[in-house]
């Protein structure tokens, strides 16, 4: 069964705050092999005009991931997350993510769209620091496969 096209703008509630550290940004960019010293050095950070290290642009994924859970979850949608696989991943970044940033992220579904029996579903997660200010957007495509023969 297809999803509803009127769940399309649909925003769910922000997460809760989460505190980017030193260490995580480390650990991220040694987990993606990426030795840029800006993730792990603040001085090679602060010179290049940064006022602490920075992550690298995919370490947001794991925030809204989370955030995205929420979309997927909802019961009235009606997903089935059995069937799904990830389709895409763009982020359009206003600034870098940094040490010591605050962050939030209110998802929303951006897009419904059904071709061939598969549900094609992007899911827009906006990620805010403390103050308000619009730090990355990110959009997440997620595709429901369809039931095949015999299912």
């Given at each position: 069964?297809?999803?509803?096209?009127?769940?399309?703008?649909?925003?769910?509630?922000?997460?809760?705050?989460?505190?980017?550290?030193?260490?995580?940004?480390?650990?991220?960019?040694?987990?993606?092999?990426?030795?840029?010293?800006?993730?792990?050095?603040?001085?090679?950070?602060?010179?290049?005009?940064?006022?602490?290290?920075?992550?690298?642009?995919?370490?947001?994924?794991?925030?809204?991931?989370?955030?995205?859970?929420?979309?997927?979850?909802?019961?009235?949608?009606?997903?089935?997350?059995?069937?799904?696989?990830?389709?895409?991943?763009?982020?359009?970044?206003?600034?870098?993510?940094?040490?010591?940033?605050?962050?939030?992220?209110?998802?929303?579904?951006?897009?419904?769209?059904?071709?061939?029996?598969?549900?094609?579903?992007?899911?827009?997660?906006?990620?805010?620091?403390?103050?308000?200010?619009?730090?990355?957007?990110?959009?997440?495509?997620?595709v429901a496969r369809a039931a095949g023969d015999g299912e």
């Amino acid at each position: 069964m297809a999803l509803d096209q009127t769940f399309v703008g649909r925003t769910y509630p922000p997460t809760d705050p989460y505190e980017v550290g030193r260490e995580k940004i480390r650990e991220f960019a040694e987990a993606i092999g990426d030795a840029n010293p800006v993730y792990t050095d603040v001085e090679a950070a602060k010179a290049l005009g940064h006022p602490d290290v920075i992550a690298p642009p995919t370490f947001v994924f794991a925030l809204t991931y989370k955030a995205a859970a929420q979309v997927v979850t909802d019961p009235q949608l009606g997903l089935d997350f059995s069937r799904v696989v990830h389709g895409d991943q763009k982020f359009a970044y206003r600034r870098p993510v940094r040490a010591g940033d605050r962050l939030t992220v209110t998802s929303s579904i951006a897009s419904i769209k059904s071709l061939a029996g598969n549900d094609i579903l992007d899911i827009r997660g906006e990620v805010h620091d403390e103050t308000g200010e619009l730090v990355v957007t990110d959009t997440i495509k997620l595709v429901a496969r369809a039931a095949g023969d015999g299912e």
